[in-house]
């Protein structure tokens, strides 16, 4: 089974709009972290945000921000005020004790963020 | 504070060569996991190291590849006889604990296999 579900292949944005990626997750733990990262073109992979299964609030960083809703276990990330740089693929990820807190990611999101 | 060093960032073999890729975590991290990505798919888990020992190598093909971590150096990872299908870029992440924390990527080494 999956433990991180991404549904989405690709989105389209327009620039400063905002846009959601969806991530689901699959964890029988009651402790975890979910975090998103951002692979430009260029390939490297960028730490984007983080939230902790006993966070109670959403975490935010600047333009980025994660709907954490536990009891379905999604942690959408929502991006402000999209910008062209932001076009890239979107990996969420989650570490837990149940796999031993090895990493592992969804397929990923290419967002095209359009002028 | 120096982020996590992947060496090198390109690299070109010929099938049946080695290929050595090397990876330097954050100062103070203990553990390093190693991941490969295909051209179009996400990162699939390869081994998992602390100083000294492999933890989890559940991910690792079981023939041509090896990694090790030795006391001192850096983390590597060894393919030997590549073929084709090992072009991929292999990534090493590291964090300080083993919990739920932050993981922090290197850049990647891009191989390929001519």
Redesign the interface.
Known sequence: AQKITQTQPGMFVQEKEAVTLDCTYDTSDQSYGLFWYKQPSSGEMIFLIYQGSYDEQNATEGRYSLNFQKARKSANLVISASQLGDSAMYFCAMRERGGSYIPTFGRGTSLIVHP | NAGVMQNPRHLVRRRGQEARLRCSPMKGHSHV?W?RQLPE???K?MV?LQKENI??ESGMPKERFSAEFPKEGPSILRIQQVVRGDSA?Y?C?SSPY????????G??S?LTVL
Request: glycine share 14%; proline share 0%; net charge negative.
């Open positions: 996991y991941y798919e996400g990162l888990f998992y933890i989890d870029a990534f992440a083993q919990d739920t924390g932050e993981l922090f990527f850049e990647g891009r």
